[in-house]
């Protein structure tokens, strides 16, 4: 089972924040917290990520298995938002055990493959002399010498166990599966479900081009613009995220 944080309290159909590549649940405290007030919110570290299994496999179907293992666990059904990867997964996860969803937020993520490759982050973060890391900052200042965006640095080293010397990444899979992370699954199969798509306004992530795709998979597909914000668009605007997040659980519930 997924390593996953919970907040509010359990009632009503729970709602499922999974997050991106190198993310964790815990990137998502300060809106869970928020979106606690009116919904029982779970949190996952997905498969290879934080304190959650660790696996040779990563493809869309098995981070989708995970997600229904844990929907189960509370209740088999619940809203679930899902951002870059974890968007991947969660759509997924409609589209494969659409029972379990009772509805489905997207963030700034379509279901095709993408051409950019996230090697250069796993390849800096082995770059890292963990003997040398006595404390987050000295990660920061060695990850700083291959990673240029601060936000970026701080973020890797929030999945970095400085006790234990050790990132709570599982590296080797990631890299292995990277093709798999970067595409879409083919599957034979709709959501016909509540579907927002979420897109920065400074994001190139959801193009026009994508929305055929889009709305062939997920027939009631809508979708919303946040202007300011780019691809992570939760940490660029968490408050406008938030707000979007309640509204479209609010006419969906």
Known sequence: MLNTLTYGTPQG???????????????WGVIARRLAEEHF????????????????????????????????????????????MGGKAAMTLALMHPEKVASLLVADIAPVAYGHSQQQFIDAMREVDLAQVERRSDAVAQLAEHVEDKALQSFFTQSLDVKAKKWKYNLDALEAEMAKILGFPEIDGEYTGPTLFLSGGQSDYVLPEHRDTIRRLFPKARFAKMPQAGHWLHADDPRGFEASVRAFLSAVS
């Open 41 to 84: 919110v779970l949190t996952p570290d997905m498969r290879n990520h934080g304190d959650s299994p660790q696996s040779d496999s990563h493809g869309y179907p098995d981070l989708a298995a995970d997600l229904a293992e844990l929907i189960d666990a509370h209740g088999g059904r619940a809203h679930v938002v899902g951002h870059s």
């Open 13 to 27: 159909t729970p709602l499922v924040i999974v997050h991106g590549l190198f993310g964790s649940g815990r990137n």
